[in-house]
């Protein structure tokens, strides 16, 4: 797609995912704006400050840069706390409200971030269109009713696509998750105390989830797309990946500490949808990622040179 005149408004633009967007939508020829809450001043030029709760605020920002793309990545996003925090009903407010006022001023398409944990339990790969959308958290409820606000104001007017993201990973990530929390401890030659490890997971590194964002963003398909790796795993298999990479054997203690109450057993996404509609799949595997991850921590720690 020529994107000669598409100016992308990015939100979540400092955060863990959205930070390695921007290059690839430049990359792709988009004029990318993007949104942090904190100041700017010494980002550059595209960066915006604004509080995206306050829909006045957002709804001015809009009507300031007329995006013609909007890449919808804020949230709620602190470990632990993200799954039942009553700003949750906030941010889907401010969602919509920042939604409405992008096709109202004209934009074309939208690609937000949604969730697994928007899925019912399965015991098998969850597919977008099949697996039934039953929510067992705020968060969860507060992602698939943005969803559906998003294909509402949509209709009639713009494209969208509503990525249902698995486990992403890799620099950057908040550090109270499992794969940063182990890392960090292992580095360090402490124990980390872990729950039972049997629970199955899709991890993704970052970069391929930047990836998927930008080519979503650069087509015309709309619909709901599962951005995961299809591959499914332990956490006592990632468990052990990090230990090799580390060199620190014996330092997870699993069982050594009860799961939380919506921690369920098996969450892996079926990726037919966008390798068969967009011809996409992520290029990193599991222990590469890991590798590149564990380097950066310990270029981080200044133990490794750069």
Known sequence: ??????????????????RHCLPRLRARGFDVHAVSAGPVDELGAGWHQCDLLDPVASERLVRKIRPTHLLHLAWIAEPGVFWQSPL????LAASVALIESFYEAGGRRVVAAGSCAEYAASASPHVEDTTPTVPDTLYGHAKAATYFALRAAAHGRGGWAWMRLFFPYGPGEPAARFIPAAINALIRGQKLDCTSGTQVRDFIHVRDVAEACAVLLDTDLNGIFNVGSGNACTLREVGALIAAEVGAEGLLR???REAPAHDRPYVVADMSKMLNQLGW??????SEGIRITVAAKRRELGLLSA
């Not at 797609?1 to 959205?18: C, H, K, P, Y």
Request: hydrophobic content about 40%; aromatic content about 10%.
């Open 1 to 18: 797609m020529n994107q000669t005149e598409s100016r992308v408004l990015v939100t979540g633009a400092r955060g863990f995912i959205g």
């Open 88 to 91: 949750n009903r906030k941010w």
């Open 254 to 256: 699993f069982n050594a």
């Open 281 to 286: 799949k992520p290029q990193l595997a599991l």
